[in-house]
């Protein structure tokens, strides 16, 4: 299908209408603001592309991440690197739209300079035509006018024909207003003449200013959808550029592990192989006191703490040696002040003698309690030093089960001393 042409649809039916013409021009009028439209545009992307692009560069730059190690921060750190390269991408894609913004105005300015020469032409032309057609529509109202005079001159002579008298008079005066007609149709059919070479003229300008206003808009269209299309490339491309980056980024994280990151802080950092040592009790009245690795405490064998003896149960004895197991149950053998003869414990002073008890005493292992204990916990037992007690389980922590009195419960192993 043969596409439509300027120069066969702007006409108008009125002489002196350029009805047809101003459309057109008012066409390119718009045209031009269409592109200074589209540098706005750009230029308002240009703008927003160049703040992102800078923003992203400093994000990327006052980012932290600077106490981390290892993988993840390997992976942090590219992940910065591709976010100022966006940026930096970014910021290239705005120097792109500015450039794309003077092309435009480069190419509106070009079109605005042809516009002017076409529309200058055409309105001297349409000037030309305009006073050559009020100059004929003259021209052919003083001829019609002359030719009336002419007619009633003649008619007249006609009625004056039968009286002999101002014949001659009268025929003069016919013959000035033919003459007088004929000049004024010679000058008409002249204007006439003036004025269709004036219309052809004008005629074949506008044509030629059709053939140019349509191929300027065909220009104009042609450029616009160009850098509509380029722009929609340039975005298309930093999409898929920032996917290619990113996609460095998750091939980085895809490398980042968890126990690496781990070991490499436990070889960075480490402080030490091993747990404190546990804290020795220090007695008031014992110094030098050692503990041994399973929490047990040794005291030195030369050194002893003399204690006043209250306790009822350890009978009228002055001083107890806690630090010889072999003075301690001496100073508990001699409870009573005596020993039964045949081997048996002798009676607590004030209580019955019981033997089935005295019996069972002799055959556990009984412990004294070398330091007074107060119990802290529901599972502990009170101990007051001197006491005796049977120990019923020895905790690997240094704690240990024992019985008195019918109760039982936790007691530091430390503190007791095997009679």
């Not at 003069?172 to 219309?199: F, G, M």
């Not at 781990?262 to 040592?277: A, L, Y």
């Not at 001496?330 to 002073?349: I, M, Q, R």
């Not at 007690?389 to 240990?400: I, K, M, N, P, S």
Request: proline share 3%; net charge negative; aromatic share 6%.
């Amino acid at each position: 299908m043969a596409p439509l042409m300027f120069k066969d649809a702007f006409w108008g039916s009125d002489f002196t209408c350029h009805i047809g013409y101003d459309v057109m021009r008012q066409r390119l009028l718009d045209g031009r603001q269409m592109c200074k439209d589209m540098e706005e545009l750009l230029k308002m992307r240009a703008l927003a592309e160049e703040k992102y692009g800078k923003e992203l560069v400093t994000i990327s730059r006052k980012a932290g991440g600077h106490m981390e190690i290892s993988t993840l921060r390997t992976s942090f750190d590219k992940l910065k690197t591709e976010i100022e390269n966006i940026g930096n991408f970014h910021i290239h894609l705005s120097d792109i739209l500015k450039d794309e913004v003077k092309k435009i105005e480069a190419f509106r300015e070009r079109q605005k300079e042809q516009r002017k020469k076409f529309e200058s032409i055409m309105e001297k032309l349409q000037k030309k035509k305009v006073l050559m057609f009020k100059k004929t529509m003259e021209s052919k109202k003083n001829y019609e006018l002359r030719c009336k005079e002419a007619d009633e001159a003649e008619n007249g002579a006609k009625k004056l024909n039968s009286m002999s008298k101002n014949s001659e008079k009268v025929r003069h005066k016919v013959k000035q207003c033919r003459q007088a007609a004929s000049d004024a149709e010679k000058l008409y059919i002249n204007s006439v003449i003036q004025l269709e070479t004036v219309r052809h003229d004008w005629e074949e300008t506008h044509k030629s200013t059709c053939e140019v206003f349509q191929q300027m808009e065909g220009d104009r269209i042609s450029m616009l959808r160009c850098a509509l299309w380029d722009h929609c490339n340039h975005f298309s491309m930093q999409c898929v550029k920032e996917d290619e980056l990113y996609e460095e980024v998750r091939k980085r994280l895809e490398q980042c592990d968890i126990n690496t990151d781990n070991d490499c802080f436990v070889k960075m950092k480490s402080t030490g192989s091993r747990p404190p040592e546990p804290i020795a009790f220090e007695s008031y009245y014992q110094t030098g006191t050692v503990r041994d690795s399973d929490g047990t405490a040794q005291l030195p064998a030369e050194d002893s703490v003399p204690n006043s003896c209250s306790d009822p149960l350890l009978g009228s004895c002055e001083t107890l040696d806690l630090d010889s197991p072999h003075n301690s149950r001496s100073a508990l053998t001699s409870v009573g002040e005596s020993e039964a003869s045949d081997g048996e414990y002798a009676p607590l002073p004030g209580q019955d003698p019981d033997p089935p008890l005295a019996a069972a005493l002799a055959t556990e292992e009984l412990y004294v309690v070398l330091y007074q204990f107060n119990a802290q916990l529901e599972e502990e037992l009170s101990v007051s030093r001197g006491e005796l007690v049977r120990v019923l389980e020895t905790g690997e922590d240094g704690w240990w089960k024992v019985e008195r009195d019918g109760l039982s419960g936790l007691v530091p192993g430390n503190y007791l001393d095997k009679v």
